[in-house]
């Protein structure tokens, strides 16, 4: 099978790949000659999932599915939520993680999950997915893996960050890790019947 992801973040294209395996070769949007800013005004994971992979799907025709995803932060009434790629309004990983840490400067309660929301379009329907995980913040950065908050978050059960871990640990447990299963498993489904 192939199937278009819609994502510019290369993070997550190499994540899903080593998910899904040899089954399903995903195609990039430079793949497929689409180098539009892809427009996210939601003010939900599902909305701007939805709203990725409806571009696409409406001006390429191609079947798809687009991830939207993000950090919630307890303390901070779930911030920044659908605003973790550009929380200090810019795309600059290094100030979004210092304004999160310097929020949450005062806050005992470090607790967080990640979540994932997929949108998959597919001969006219669209399907939703989902993965999340609990967690804390830490104090500082740890670790140099992963990506965007990876530094800063320790899943419940472990010891070391997400950027700490190796990428086949963070692949068996993150929120994508569980959103993703849930989408292999339907399009084995899909294919079967
Ligand atoms: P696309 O929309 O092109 O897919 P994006 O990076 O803009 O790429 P999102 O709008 O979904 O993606 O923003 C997600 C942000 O949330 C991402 O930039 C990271 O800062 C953070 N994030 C998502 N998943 C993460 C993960 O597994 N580990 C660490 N940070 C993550």
Redesign the pocket.
């Known amino acids: 099978t192939q199937l278009v992801f819609?994502?510019?973040?290369a993070h997550?294209l190499e994540?899903v790949q080593a998910m899904v395996g040899d089954n399903i070769h995903l195609l990039t949007l430079a793949e497929i000659g689409c180098t539009d800013d892809?427009p996210?005004t939601g003010n939900t994971f599902e909305a701007?999932a939805s709203q990725?992979s409806a571009y696409l799907k409406n001006r390429y025709k191609y079947d798809c599915f687009?991830?939207?995803?993000?950090?919630e932060v307890e303390a901070l009434n779930n911030e920044p939520g659908v605003y973790?790629?550009r929380y200090s309004g810019t795309r600059d990983?290094e100030k979004?993680i210092d304004l999160l840490l310097s929020r949450l400067d005062e806050h005992t309660n470090r607790k967080a999950r990640?979540r994932?929301v997929i949108s998959l379009r597919l001969k006219g329907k669209e399907y939703f997915f989902e993965g999340s995980i609990e967690g804390t913040i830490g104090f500082g950065r740890k670790g140099t893996g992963?990506?965007?908050?990876?530094p800063l978050?320790t899943p419940n059960g472990y010891t070391q960050t997400?950027a700490e871990m190796s990428a086949a640990e963070k692949n068996a447990i993150?929120?994508?890790a569980i959103a993703v299963k849930k989408l292999a498993d339907f399009l084995k489904r899909y294919q079967a019947g």
């Open positions: 819609a994502t510019n973040n997550k994540e892809i996210e701007n990725k687009a991830d939207d995803s993000g950090l973790s790629a990983m979004n990640f994932t992963g990506f965007g908050y990876d978050f997400f993150s929120h994508r």
